[in-house]
């Protein structure tokens, strides 16, 4: 199973300042977690204030994972800032959807 692969880039069409979107993709587990925590950091720092994930290439998810994605919402309101899901592979969606977490009605 392939690792967690995450970039973390800023749309050319919006300020650097505004928005930054986390691509996540492979396994999002205790590891994939951490490093997702280290990206919504990084953005943070860089006073990004629209988070989107886009979790569409995310082929699986444990606990960890799930509890990580339910950080970056947290995380994300102490900063004033907002977390979005602009894709979410099939994977995440079971697994929020069983978990019963708030993410299941945006994905």
């Known amino acids: 199973m392939r690792r967690t692969e995450l970039h973390l880039h800023h749309p050319a069409e919006r300020p650097i ?11 999002l587990d205790a590891v994939g977690a951490y490093d997702l ?3 919504v950091e990084e953005a943070l720092r860089a006073q990004a204030h629209d988070l ?6 995310v082929v699986t998810v444990d606990l960890d ?10 995380r994300a309101a ?10 979410c592979s099939r994977p995440v969606r079971v697994a ?6 708030p993410w299941a009605s945006v994905v």
């Open 17 to 27: 300042e505004t928005s930054a979107v986390l691509e996540v993709g492979g396994v």
């Open 37 to 39: 925590r280290s990206c």
């Open 52 to 57: 989107l994930l886009d979790l569409s290439r």
């Open 65 to 74: 994972g799930l509890v990580a994605l339910d950080w970056c919402v947290d």
């Open 78 to 87: 102490q900063a004033r800032a907002r977390v979005t899901c602009g894709a």
């Open 96 to 101: 929020l959807r069983d978990r019963g977490t």
